[in-house]
């Protein structure tokens, strides 16, 4: 590469300070997953709580491969299938399921992203794209599917309470990226296939299933010097800065409140009534 090639583009580049291999664990009903954010490693990436890649809070579900069937106790249901996006606000509660739809292989990834104490108790909702819907931009061997955020000067329509940006790109032999962060905001990446060098080009190659904390600065590099496509997502969010108590899919600020949330579904109040009597039903 030229010298021009190596220079990052950025007054601060973000740098790698942590890596953590997300080691496969089972979870639910025989489901095996690999978790990064939320083992005992890395606990918490404010304002991301959990990610898992799988074979008061926002889940944001992006299927790599497959499909699922989600139903909750509100009525909404439907299937999400490769390469779309469900962006779920939780609010102040809400029961759900979530299943394979069909037979074969079904992967993708699940990031939990907290919400301020005065948006916890908002009503739920869902946010659902098509992979036909998703933003996207290209150029110089660089792709960029824009889930939340804004890349190569395209945006995603997608609201986010909490401010995020969700990235997934891929790099042609040879490519490199430049990606812009907001300073104050936290941010890591997670491999999925390949393998890459981030933050500075005289880094060691990582490889797929790790996810990696970045440090401050104004952008991020990456640079595939390698024979084949490297692809992965690049999150960041604006920090909340506020205590986390988590219990379960429980996510308040402080045990209180968390002992009022289990109160509260396990009496069927305060944004539960609908649980009593729901059962989820079986996908045909």
């Not at 291999?21 to 959990?50: H, N, W």
């Not at 931009?137 to 945006?155: F, L, P």
């Not at 300073?183 to 797929?208: D, H, I």
């Not at 600065?217 to 969010?237: C, E, I, M, T």
Request: include cysteine; glycine fraction near 10%.
């Amino acid at each position: 590469m030229s010298a021009s090639d190596q220079a990052s583009g950025f007054t601060r580049p973000r740098l790698v300070t942590k890596k953590v291999l997300a080691k496969p664990q089972r979870e639910g009903d025989g489901a095996v997953v690999r978790r990064s954010i939320g083992r005992s490693e890395l606990k918490y990436v404010d304002p991301f709580l959990m990610l898992d890649e799988f074979a008061g809070f926002e889940t944001v579900t992006y299927m790599m491969q497959g499909a699922f069937t989600h139903q909750d106790f509100t009525g909404h249901k439907g299937t999400i299938g490769t390469g779309d996006v469900q962006w779920m606000t939780a609010g102040r509660g809400i029961i759900h399921s979530e299943m394979p739809a069909g037979e074969g292989t079904q992967t993708g990834l699940q990031l939990w992203i907290n919400l301020s104490a005065e948006d916890k108790m908002v009503e739920p909702r869902y946010q659902e794209l098509l992979s036909k819907d998703i933003a996207k931009a290209e150029g110089d061997g660089v792709e960029v599917r824009i889930i939340a955020g804004e890349s190569m000067g395209v945006k995603s329509p997608v609201y986010t309470r909490t401010p995020t940006m969700y990235l997934d790109f891929t790099l042609q032999p040879r490519a490199r990226m430049h990606q812009s962060i907001p300073e104050s905001w936290n941010s890591f990446v997670y491999v999925l296939e390949g393998e890459g060098v981030f933050g500075s080009l005289n880094s060691s190659s990582v490889t797929a299933h790790h996810a990696l904390v970045l440090g401050p600065g104004d952008g991020l590099s990456a640079w595939n010097k390698s024979s084949k496509p490297l692809r992965f997502v690049l999150v960041g969010g604006l920090p909340l800065n506020e205590p986390v108590v988590q219990y379960g899919p429980f996510v308040m600020n402080t045990q209180a409140e968390i002992n009022k949330t289990i109160e509260d579904y396990q009496y069927c109040r305060n944004g539960f009534e609908m649980a009593k009597y729901w059962r989820s039903q079986s996908v045909d």
